[in-house]
């Protein structure tokens, strides 16, 4: 149990198309005349012939390693570097405000990764919206673009947060200002286009940064980033669970929930064996049955969130034995999430969940007269000594914001991803922007993911915005591929998890 509660806890923040009318099987594209006019980013893109002109290789500038150029940096400081062939990978710590409109109240230090492949190839800015992983790994757009990496750990996830920790810095704009401070400081080393990037939250991290900060980058790819407007109002994913997938595979979901709720002293029982084995407690959600509850409420969420259609042939029948039924709630929802040793890591989101992004609440009308407690809000997972107050205005801004000035920004989401149901779509205003969804896919779906056509000209943009299409590229979108190869060790992704399937 205790790999269980590992794999359940790993995140790996690399996570129809929806336009303006919105379609299932349309991507709405909202493009200037000149895709490449004057803007806040006022970037042309260069061919790849051009970078080999560069005076910066990246590795000895005027006598000094690239380390000593990063660490030359104020505020900044090695933890560890790791060899990877063909690449540096730097584990590092910046100091940072912790409040960045009065940075003399204070500093913390916050972790950073660097992937350095060369100074003269354009820089990927990718978060996950949690934790920094400090293995190296190549998210998808500097796979595609042959780039360096910078991979930043979200303020207050552990062991990213100030001591004392003031819960009220914890925020969009503060999140989006830490970004900020990183690119500038780095900017002067890695002087090539920068495209930021994340899936799931940091998908939405990502959208957030450039609503504060929009010179900063040359282009944002968000994969499978959910966008709650209204916290209230959740409709959408009602709408989303009724249609998914086949009638037959949403019924087998429905059919083990309800045996889970019924059977619930005999498989609570199993859960409190486990807890003891394991050590686990329930002192923030409030009792072992409370994160029964909510375990298997999450169900069928997870379901779709991490599977795919075909595996709902595995799912256990309605008569199955009460030990199946456990195991594959264990195995889809993961019993490990609501005790308090799964809730510690992520305090940071649900306090985020709870103060600004807000977190879906969907009905269940086929357990109606089995559940006890329904769905818990953020505050029900935050120890209660942190105080929380919503802030309804926050996503309100960001959707007006994106809908009415986004450009260059891609969205891609997967067909079957309930996070997905409340999507960001642009309007109007938006140049050179896309809203992309995969066929069949789930939480993890990504460009390579999309149709043959849509997947040339996502590639087509990313390249674009970087400023290394070949010249090929540039004059046929649809030649668009990839300039690397696949790594085995660098491309290797894990399912992108949140911290639970529903708050």
């Known amino acids: 149990m205790r790999n269980a509660l590992r794999w359940l806890l790993s995140l790996v923040v690399l996570i129809g198309a929806m336009g303006v009318a919105g379609g299932p099987a349309t991507a709405h594209a909202a493009t200037a005349a000149d895709p490449y006019a004057a803007s806040p980013h006022a970037i042309s893109p260069y061919a790849v012939e051009q970078a080999a002109a560069d005076p910066y290789d990246g590795r000895d500038i005027g006598g000094r390693d690239i380390k000593d150029r990063i660490l030359a940096i104020p505020g900044m400081s090695l933890i560890e570097e790791k060899p990877h062939p063909g690449y540096r990978f730097f584990v590092l710590s910046y100091t940072q405000p912790v409040d960045h409109r009065w940075p003399y109240l204070g500093t913390f230090e916050q972790r950073l990764t660097v992937l350095h492949k060369d100074t003269a190839r354009p820089t990927v800015f990718h978060t996950s919206g949690y934790h920094v992983s400090t293995t190296p790994r190549r998210a998808e757009p500097t796979a595609i673009v042959d780039g360096n990496q910078v991979s930043l750990e979200y303020r207050f996830f552990s062991p990213s947060r100030p001591s004392p920790a003031d819960w009220s810095k914890l925020d969009i704009w503060q999140a989006a200002s830490d970004q900020h401070r990183v690119f500038k400081a780095l900017k002067k080393i890695y002087r090539k286009n920068w495209i930021s990037t994340g899936g799931s939250k940091g998908g939405m991290t990502a959208t957030y940064y450039e609503r504060f900060y929009p010179r900063d980058m040359d282009g944002v790819v968000a994969y499978v980033a959910p966008n709650d407007v209204v916290n209230w109002e959740d409709s959408a994913y009602d709408r989303f669970l009724a249609r998914v997938g086949t009638q037959e595979c949403r019924d087998k979901l429905g059919a083990v929930q309800r045996e889970a709720l019924v059977r619930r ?32 409420l999450d169900y069928a969420w997870a379901f779709w969130q991490y599977s795919h259609l075909t595996d709902c042939a595995a799912l256990p029948a ?36 709870g103060t600004e992004l807000g977190s879906p609440d969907i009905a269940q009308p086929h357990l109606d007269g089995l559940v006890r407690y329904g769905y818990q809000p953020p505050r029900n997972f935050v120890p209660r000594e942190i105080p929380m107050r919503f802030k309804p205005w926050a996503m309100y801004d960001v959707d007006r914001w994106v809908r009415h000035n986004a450009h260059r920004m891609m969205f891609v989401y997967g067909e079957n991803d309930p996070w997905g149901a409340e999507p960001f779509r642009l309007g109007w205003g938006a140049r050179d922007s896309y809203v992309y969804t995969a066929p069949g896919a789930n939480h993890g779906a990504g460009v390579a993911d999309l149709k043959e056509a849509e997947r040339a000209r996502a590639t087509a943009s990313i390249l674009k915005w970087a400023g290394v299409a070949p010249r090929a590229v540039q004059e046929n979108p649809a030649k668009a591929k ?4 696949f790594d085995a060790g660098l491309d290797k992704q894990e399912a992108r998890r949140m911290p639970a399937f529903l708050p």
């Open 482 to 485: 990839r300039l690397t190869g």
């Open 318 to 353: 309605a008569t199955a034995s009460d030990q199946e039924i456990y195991d594959s709630l264990d195995a889809v929802s993961g019993l490990a999430f609501y005790t308090d040793q799964g809730l510690d890591p992520y305090t940071p989101y649900y306090y985020q969940a």
């Open 265 to 296: 002293e005999a498989l609570e029982a199993k859960y409190r064996q486990l807890a003891d084995e394991e050590g686990y407690t329930f002192t923030t959600i409030g009792s072992l049955s409370r994160a029964y509850e909510a375990v298997v």
